[in-house]
């Protein structure tokens, strides 16, 4: 089911950006598919609940999930309709800003943030609205870029003006984002010998 909360009014500059993008984004599920895979499998290993993943994109990895009721939420309305078109069940895909999640509070067992955190324009406020819609003792998984102390972080800063063109910050921390403090780190998976990509499995406070 595919249902439009966001009238065209409000839409920022990464939806634009994203709606353009979405006939490309096959092509980075190739790249990301091992990383995601990981992250399922972690995903699944929980007791079955309410999960809500932010930046659902095109929706090609849906049926990774094997036993969540699933609340997919995007901004760009293109990616949704991509997503709409695979039918899956246990799945209601929302057109809806992370930053102003649109659900009560402590609604879900489970988030799921896909290479979101870097791109979204204030990742303070998703993390504040992801710790309000968790349940007490909720999980969220992050898997994303964060840049290493070692050479790959000259790389993240050389690429920085660039990455504002692609609505991406290159350079990203997790410790800069306060409301983190708010969660328990669970387990830390590292991709690859530079640790360039992580997968972080909080639980709420």
């Not at 929980?46 to 049926?63: F, R, Y």
């Not at 896909?114 to 007490?136: C, G, M």
């Not at 000259?154 to 306060?178: E, N, P, Q, T, W």
Request: net charge positive; aromatic share 14%.
């Amino acid at each position: 089911m595919w249902r439009n909360l966001k009238s065209i009014g409000m839409m920022i500059p990464t939806d634009s950006f994203y709606n353009k993008f979405s006939c490309f984004y096959p092509l980075v599920d190739v790249f990301l598919k091992p990383q995601k895979q990981v992250l399922f499998n972690e995903v699944n290993t929980l007791p079955a609940g309410n999960l809500l993943e932010i930046g659902v994109g095109n929706g090609a990895h849906l049926p990774l999930y094997k036993k969540h009721y699933i609340t997919g939420i995007d901004t760009s309305s293109e990616m949704l309709k991509i997503a709409g078109k695979q039918n899956h069940k246990h799945v209601r895909l929302l057109q809806m800003d992370g930053e102003a999640l649109q659900f009560q509070d402590g609604q879900f067992d489970y988030v799921v943030l896909s290479h979101v955190i870097a791109v979204v324009d204030n990742p303070e406020r998703l993390f504040e609205q992801v710790y309000r819609v968790l349940k007490p003792t909720g999980r969220v998984f992050i898997l994303n870029h964060f840049t290493p102390n070692n050479w790959l972080k000259h790389l993240d800063r050389a690429f920085g003006l660039f990455s504002k063109i692609v609505h991406f910050k290159s350079v990203f921390y997790i410790h800069d984002i306060a409301t983190i403090r708010s969660f328990e780190l669970l387990k830390e998976v590292h991709f690859g010998p530079a640790a360039y990509f992580k997968l972080l499995i909080y639980q709420k406070q």
